[in-house]
Every structure is written in structure tokens, then in C-alpha cells.
């Protein structure tokens, strides 16, 4: 494995553009290889700060992918530049063409029932060559069937939208029960299914998709408030490098 990464406040991000990421991706389900995929935004960068475990989980996932524009300017005032942003979302869609293209079987895991079934649903409709061996929604008191599921149906890719942390200790705990590539996507079925829409190309252009979404949807404004702690860090971390 490449292992060329960036430290941003101690999570270690993979500098690769989109094209090299796709290609490792097309390799890694041509031999069946087993991968894990986190897709860190500022608020992640700051929950692994606080909590080594969660740090250590995110640190030895195979890929650590720069979601969020905070990312990429963290890096790129650490004076580490990092080549672009890559989301969650454009990953997920990848892998949904990778596995039509290829016939791959495909497991969903999270969100909401009708979320799920919604993704579910336009999985069979638009992607007809994918196996899609289960799915269940993020509602469970008891993940054994989930997990022995996986390991008889033997997917070649896992999306597991369970939120952070959540989903990323889930993956780490059961990856080896079924050799695939394993992504955690918080809530990206939601605008996969359709339930959510996405930006508009104009504020993803602009870099503003968290601002959109916080007009849609104020009660994240708690949440939006990582990102100017996260700036403050970075800022001190380039004092103390200078």
C-alpha cells in the first residue's frame, strides 16, 4: 500500500488525487481485497483529537480521504498541500458504477428504514448489474445477524452509513468478516436515495455546500461550529511550526 500521507492535528490524510484513488480502488476489487475508507471532515479531525482510540481506528484505515474544503486549506496553510477534496458522496457513487460495471455484490448498512430502502430501491432501478446481497437500516439493538449476514453473503463492498464515530468502529471491529472494501458514509444515502438533494453545482464550486446545508437545515449549526475551532487549531499549529 502507497502510504505517502499529510498530518493535519493528528489524523494522517492520503495525498492522492481522484484519478490515483479510483485506480487503487479498481485494483483493491479486481484481487478482493480487504479495505477500509474514512472520509474525515473538520469534525471528525477534531472527535479523533479528543479520543486516541477513535484516532488510532481512523490512522490505520487503508485510505484516509480529505472530505470537506476545511481539509484542504488546513493542509495547504500547514504548508503540506494536499492535491484536492475528495467526498464521501463522490466516493460512494464511484463504487455504486465500479460494482454495476464489474457485477459486484453490494451490502447497504445505516440510516433511516425508508432512506435505506429508498437506496435500495435505485440501486435495483439504475445500477441492474449490481448484486445488492442485503441491506438493513442503522436501527438495531443487536448486530450479530447484521455481521453473520455480511460474512455468509460476502459482499465486495460495504457502505456503512451509522454516522461518526459510530461507523468507523463498527468497520474496524467486523472487517474481517468478509473481504471487501468497507466505507463508512455517514449521510450519504440521504442524498444518494434522493431523500436529501445535494448542493447545487454553484455552491460546491464555490466551496459553500456546508453553508447550503446549514440553511436547509439550521439544527446543524452546532455542528458547523467545528470548523472555525478547527481553523483556530490549524492556525496554532502553523505559529508553532514556524
Same mark, same amino acid.
Given at each position: 500500500?502507497?502510504?505517502?500521507?499529510?498530518?493535519?492535528?493528528?489524523?494522517?490524510?492520503?495525498?492522492?488525487?481522484?484519478?490515483?484513488?479510483?485506480?487503487?480502488?479498481?485494483?483493491?476489487?479486481?484481487?478482493?481485497?480487504?479495505?477500509?475508507?474514512?472520509?474525515?471532515?473538520?469534525?471528525?479531525? @477534531?472527535?479523533?483529537? =479528543?479520543?486516541?482510540? %477513535?484516532?488510532?481506528?481512523?490512522? /490505520?484505515?487503508?485510505?484516509? !480521504?480529505?472530505? *470537506?474544503?476545511?481539509?484542504?486549506?488546513?493542509?495547504?496553510?500547514?504548508?503540506?498541500?494536499?492535491?484536492?477534496?475528495?467526498?464521501?458522496?463522490?466516493?460512494?457513487?464511484?463504487?455504486?458504477?465500479?460494482?454495476?460495471?464489474?457485477?459486484?455484490?453490494?451490502?447497504?448498512?445505516?440510516?433511516?428504514?425508508?432512506?435505506?430502502?429508498?437506496?435500495?430501491?435505485?440501486?435495483?432501478?439504475?445500477?441492474?448489474?449490481?448484486?445488492?446481497?442485503?441491506?438493513?437500516?442503522?436501527?438495531?439493538?443487536?448486530?450479530?445477524?447484521?455481521?453473520?449476514?455480511?460474512?455468509?453473503?460476502?459482499?465486495?463492498?460495504?457502505?456503512?452509513? @451509522?454516522?461518526?464515530? =459510530?461507523?468507523?468502529? %463498527?468497520?474496524?471491529?467486523?472487517? /474481517?468478516?468478509?473481504?471487501? !472494501?468497507?466505507? *463508512?458514509?455517514?449521510?450519504?444515502?440521504?442524498?444518494?436515495?434522493?431523500?436529501?438533494?445535494?448542493?447545487?453545482?454553484?455552491?460546491?464550486?464555490?466551496?459553500?455546500?456546508?453553508?447550503?446545508?446549514?440553511?436547509?437545515?439550521?439544527?446543524?449549526?452546532?455542528?458547523?461550529?467545528?470548523?472555525?475551532?478547527?481553523?483556530?487549531?490549524?492556525?496554532?499549529?502553523?505559529?508553532?511550526?514556524?
Amino acid at each position: 500500500m502507497h502510504k505517502n500521507r499529510v498530518n493535519i492535528l493528528g489524523t494522517e490524510f492520503d495525498n492522492l488525487t481522484t484519478k490515483q484513488f479510483h485506480k487503487y480502488l479498481d485494483d483493491d476489487l479486481d484481487v478482493n481485497a480487504n479495505r477500509f475508507i474514512v472520509t474525515p471532515n473538520p469534525e471528525i479531525v @477534531l472527535s479523533a483529537r =479528543k479520543d486516541t482510540n %477513535f484516532s488510532e481506528i481512523v490512522n /490505520n484505515a487503508d485510505y484516509v !480521504i480529505p472530505d *470537506g474544503i476545511g481539509i484542504i486549506k488546513g493542509a495547504k496553510s500547514l504548508g503540506t498541500p494536499l492535491p484536492e477534496r475528495i467526498t464521501g458522496f463522490d466516493t460512494l457513487q464511484y463504487l455504486v458504477e465500479t460494482a454495476n460495471r464489474k457485477l459486484l455484490k453490494v451490502y447497504l448498512l445505516g440510516s433511516k428504514p425508508e432512506v435505506i430502502q429508498a437506496s435500495a430501491d435505485k440501486i435495483k432501478k439504475d445500477y441492474p448489474q449490481i448484486d445488492l446481497v442485503g441491506y438493513h437500516d442503522g436501527y438495531f439493538k443487536d448486530e450479530t445477524d447484521i455481521v453473520n449476514e455480511i460474512a455468509e453473503k460476502k459482499p465486495n463492498i460495504i457502505f456503512v452509513a @451509522l454516522g461518526s464515530p =459510530k461507523q468507523e468502529i %463498527f468497520i474496524n471491529k467486523y472487517r /474481517n468478516k468478509a473481504d471487501a !472494501i468497507w466505507i *463508512g458514509v455517514g449521510g450519504s444515502f440521504d442524498v444518494f436515495s434522493g431523500t436529501k438533494q445535494r448542493a447545487p453545482k454553484i455552491f460546491q464550486k464555490l466551496n459553500l455546500e456546508w453553508f447550503y446545508r446549514l440553511i436547509k437545515e439550521p439544527t446543524r449549526f452546532g455542528r458547523m461550529l467545528a470548523i472555525p475551532k478547527y481553523m483556530r487549531l490549524i492556525k496554532k499549529e502553523k505559529k508553532n511550526n514556524s
